[in-house]
């Protein structure tokens, strides 16, 4: 993590992990009493999503540590729960959408790990079947170098059996989470894309066969696996690039190691195309054939989306007939004719899932 | 202030601000600011009016100050206004971003680093294209993307919008659609109006004006969404083949992103009435009528 400014939250001075990140940085931070100074800062600067990749402030996570994933009432959600433990990102993919949350978008790490433990703590009470994740607002891998808290995370779940950890990234940061204790409650997985819109589109993240082969050493040290095909971008000769990556996938990962497997075509708040062409301007990837969703966000009008998605549905099926493979915020009419089925008709998607969770990492 | 609140104003208490005028060779005078006075001054039939002549040898640049600052005080001008009275004002300033707002703050008009970096950008673009933007012909923000683009293909775009006059919304719509279509095939803009045949639909003396727009925006809609046009001409191909009466309106979801499609019928009468369910009746078992719920591609 290339860190130029260090911002520390007066309130969070005396936390272990703020000691920690210093010491980690070798850089004293500069005290703040609140964000302002921050997002002035950013705000000055010509370029504030650039420059917020490199700006970290370390806070307190003022709100709700376990929040329900923001889901839209027509789409179909999976019902994931996020832990929100920090925002924004090291590396830069044109689409994320990361860029035009926030307003302005800083790194931001909440050092109130105590705050964290006791809302974990009390959600485990509870005993619900849950899945959780930490890829929502950053990636969840990106902070392994500054603190450890990923691993954290993983010892926590493994001492409870009814939820899991999603672990997503893009990054191949795992080497030290290897040996840990983790009871299978922890689930490695990675975004995937083609090699074209790796290269030309994520910026500063891993290569494809990297991130498999962080995949494979993970499931060699028992980790349950999933993979998520988000965005899928089609342009020309899209099918048989991916058709390419999902050869290699199953090449390197057998289905029974896998929990699930994600698709979602491109899809994205209309204010970010402006940012895209700003700061991606050889990129066409916003260039599609989008109409606005119910949602208000662009997506590919819905009948090139159903065909591209029934091509993918195919290439995945043929190498894993019975992987759990679902979308993500998608209606019944594009499950139905790209599965054959609506999620209903198996109880729900969180049920889907849940159930695939079950089987693969023993939840209660 | 409107032109009917400044006629009431002269005619009750004169005029309060006069004119500013620059004197020419051999006695002629220009109008350097105060146009619209001076034709409410006649429209009230005043012979004649007080105004600030300025000498033959006055510097252009302090005209040019002179008449914003007298307009910009007289009536509050809206941001384009404003945009557009720093852009006639930019040849006569420095490069500096300084002395741009040393300048500008004074005689009423507000800058920001976002605008000198574009007004920058069309001074220097083309002269054609300034001279358009001057004299209100291309508004400042389309003028701004066509002053980001190669010779010819402003150039193309100079001459559809003065040959059609089309509104800024379809101006900005060709621009757009243009630019991503040359984006996405790797190719300059005039390449892609060639192959439109653009110049063909400009030429074409059995098209009037608004038919050429329409047909102008209608291929580059084509070529910039090729599945979503090609969906819509199967759709509309399939609802004609339904032959419904005019009373009944068959509306499908928007963009055909949601399901729900709805029938609008309108009746007089229970004869009327009679043949509206008739018709619905005979939906029921049409294929074409199966074929767009299901929003299927292919025509059958
Ligand atoms: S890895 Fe994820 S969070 Fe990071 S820039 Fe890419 S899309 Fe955004």
New binding site residues.
């Given amino acids: 993590m290339k860190i130029t400014d260090l911002y520390i939250d007066q309130d969070v001075l005396d936390l272990p992990a703020t000691r920690v990140i210093c010491d980690r940085l070798k850089m004293p931070g500069q005290v703040v009493d609140s964000a302002d100074p921050v997002y002035e800062k950013l705000s000055r600067t010509a370029a504030p999503v650039d420059q917020g990749k490199k700006i970290l402030f370390l806070t307190r996570n003022k709100g709700a540590f376990l929040r329900p994933c923001p889901g839209t009432d027509y789409y179909t959600c999976c019902n994931y729960t996020i832990l929100h433990f920090g925002t924004?990102?090291?590396?830069?993919?044109s689409?994320?959408?990361?860029?035009s949350y926030f307003h302005p978008p800083v790194l931001q790490f909440f050092v109130n790990h105590n705050d964290m433990d006791a809302s974990l703590d009390e959600f485990f009470q509870q005993k619900k079947r849950a899945r959780i994740g930490t890829?929502e607002?950053?990636?969840s891998l990106?902070w392994e170098d500054i603190y450890p808290f990923t691993s954290h995370l993983i010892k926590k779940f493994a001492a409870q059996n009814h939820a899991i950890l999603e672990v997503?990234?893009?990054?191949v940061a795992i080497d030290h989470l290897l040996t840990l204790p983790h009871n299978q409650k922890t689930i490695m997985a990675w975004?995937l894309n083609t090699s074209d819109i790796v290269r030309t589109e994520?910026?500063?993240?891993a290569s494809l066969d990297a991130r498999l082969a962080a995949a494979a050493k993970c499931r060699d040290h028992g980790y349950p696996l999933a993979f998520h095909f988000d965005p899928l971008i089609i342009y020309p000769g899209a099918e048989a690039a991916y058709r390419l990556i999902i050869e290699k996938l199953f090449a390197t990962i057998r289905p029974e190691n896998i929990v699930w497997i994600s698709l979602g075509t491109f899809r994205f708040m209309p204010d970010l195309k402006a940012i895209i062409e700003q700061r991606f301007d050889r990129s066409k990837i916003i260039y599609g054939e989008f109409v606005r969703g119910l949602d208000g966000k662009m997506r590919y009008f819905k009948p090139l989306r159903i065909r591209f998605y029934q091509q993918i549905v195919s290439f995945i099926r043929e190498f894993a007939p019975h992987v759990t493979l679902y979308f993500c915020m998608e209606d019944d009419e594009v499950w139905e004719k790209s599965f054959g089925f609506a999620p209903h008709q198996y109880g729900g998607l969180p049920m889907m899932l849940d159930q695939s969770a079950a089987r693969h990492c023993g939840l209660l | 202030m409107a032109v009917d609140a400044l006629k009431a104003s002269i005619a009750r208490i004169g005029l309060v601000s006069p004119p500013i005028l620059k004197l020419q060779p051999e006695n002629r005078y220009i109008v350097v600011s105060g146009f619209r006075r001076i034709s409410v001054c006649r429209a009230l039939g005043l012979q004649k009016i007080p105004a600030r002549v300025m000498g033959l040898g006055s510097d252009d640049g302090q005209l040019m100050k002179l008449a914003i600052a007298d307009n910009a005080f007289n009536r509050s001008l809206n941001i384009i206004e404003q945009a557009t009275a720093i852009f006639k004002l930019s040849p006569f300033l420095p490069d500096d971003d300084r002395t741009w707002h040393s300048e500008c703050d004074p005689i009423g008009l507000t800058v920001n680093p976002g605008l000198i970096r574009k007004l920058k950008k069309i001074r220097a673009a083309s002269s054609d294209l300034k001279e358009k933007i001057a004299a209100g012909k291309i508004s400042l923000t389309v003028g701004l993307e066509l002053a980001g683009m190669d010779d010819g293909s402003r150039v193309q775009f100079l001459t559809i919008f003065d040959a059609l006059s089309p509104t800024l919304n379809h101006q900005k719509e060709m621009i757009r659609m243009a630019g991503e279509i040359a984006c996405l095939e790797d190719k300059p803009i005039s390449k892609i109006f060639n192959s439109l045949e653009i110049d063909n639909i400009i030429k074409d003396p059995d098209m009037d004006r608004n038919m050429k727009i329409s047909r102008v925006r209608r291929k580059l809609k084509d070529r910039r969404y090729p599945e979503i046009s090609g969906f819509e001409k199967t759709y509309h191909a399939r609802v004609k083949r339904l032959t419904l009466p005019e009373s009944i309106a068959l509306h499908p979801p928007t963009d055909f992103e949601g399901n729900d499609f709805m029938i609008q019928f309108t009746f007089r009468g229970l004869p009327q009435f009679k043949e509206i369910c008739d018709n619905l009746l005979r939906l029921r078992d049409h294929p074409d009528f199966a074929a767009i719920l299901e929003k299927s591609r292919e025509d059958n």
């Avoid at chain 1, 689409?95 to 860029?99: D, G």
């Avoid at chain 1, 997503?168 to 990054?171: F, H």
């Avoid at chain 1, 994520?202 to 993240?205: I, S």
């Fill in positions: 924004f990102c090291t590396m830069d993919c689409y994320c959408i990361l860029q890829g607002f950053t990636d990106i997503k990234s893009k990054t975004s994520e910026r500063r993240t």
